[in-house]
């Protein structure tokens, strides 16, 4: 029973990356198989896995949410993120994007602010075996210096700016990619690249995402 809706699970992801990712232009065949093999209803409230592969983003616990699928690929495929790469996530929330980004990269550090969120994320990611993956408890929007640099920071809440500190945690040749915009309106993805003291951003795409707060 359990393999069969295991099964079921993962005919419904193929048919996400098909139509909801590639459909909409995510082309990085890394990216596309990362979406294709990370269980995202593992890392959703039991009653809602059968909504884990649709189109929109779901509520996980303490007011926040798990984002669209297309949205973490799409974000995914801007940070160009390599086998050999240190990768920071801001905002671990259900630990989804996380185990992403795990696939794709060497490892990566995920900060979360809410404890709960962080001790769930956790765990599901011991439990699937993404061990390159570490989640920790603080106040991402000042990065993680403690491990920095970063071949690419990810960034899944909205700032108004872009925060300096992160920029500044960046690898040369470092990206960022961080929704930026008003708050209560929508914002855009917007990619940062660093060269040397030198940095370049484009915004990429509208979005909606729950604010960083910033508590230091
Ligand atoms: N990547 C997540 C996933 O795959 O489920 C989605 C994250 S949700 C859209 C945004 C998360 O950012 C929330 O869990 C929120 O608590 C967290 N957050 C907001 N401000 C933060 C901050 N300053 N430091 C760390 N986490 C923060």
Redesign the pocket.
């Known amino acids: 029973m359990a393999g069969a809706a295991e099964d079921r699970h993962r005919q419904r992801r193929l048919a996400m990356v098909r139509r909801q990712i590639e459909g909409r232009g995510v082309r990085d065949p890394r990216v596309l198989e990362a979406m294709r093999s990370v269980p995202r209803h593992r890392?959703v409230a039991r009653k809602l896995a059968g909504d884990a592969y649709k189109d929109h983003?779901l509520p996980?616990a303490?007011g926040?949410?798990?984002?669209q699928p297309y949205i973490?690929a799409l974000m995914a495929e801007a940070a160009a993120i390599g086998p050999q790469d240190r990768v920071l996530?801001?905002?671990?929330?259900?630990?989804?994007?996380?185990a992403v980004l795990a696939v794709l990269a060497d490892s990566v550090v995920?900060?979360?602010?809410?404890r709960k969120?962080a001790d769930s994320?956790a765990r599901v990611l011991g439990d699937l075996g993404y061990d390159n993956a570490a989640v920790v408890c603080?106040?991402?929007?000042q990065g993680y210096r403690e491990e920095a640099p970063f071949d690419a920071v990810v960034v899944?809440?909205a700032a108004s700016g872009i925060p300096p500190r992160l920029v500044e945690q960046l690898a040369d040749g470092g990206r960022l990619v961080i929704p930026v915009g008003p708050l209560a309106f929508s914002q855009n993805l917007t990619l940062v690249r660093r060269m040397g003291n030198q940095t370049t951003s484009k915004k990429f795409c509208p979005v909606r995402?729950?604010?960083?707060?910033?508590?230091s």
């Not at 996530?89 to 996380?98: C, I, K, L, Q, R």
């Not at 603080?138 to 929007?141: C, K, L, T």
């Open positions: 890392f983003p996980i303490a926040q949410t798990i984002s973490v996530e801001v905002g671990t929330g259900s630990g989804y994007g996380a995920s900060v979360e602010r809410h969120l994320a603080a106040d991402g929007s899944t809440a995402f729950v604010p960083l707060i910033e508590e």
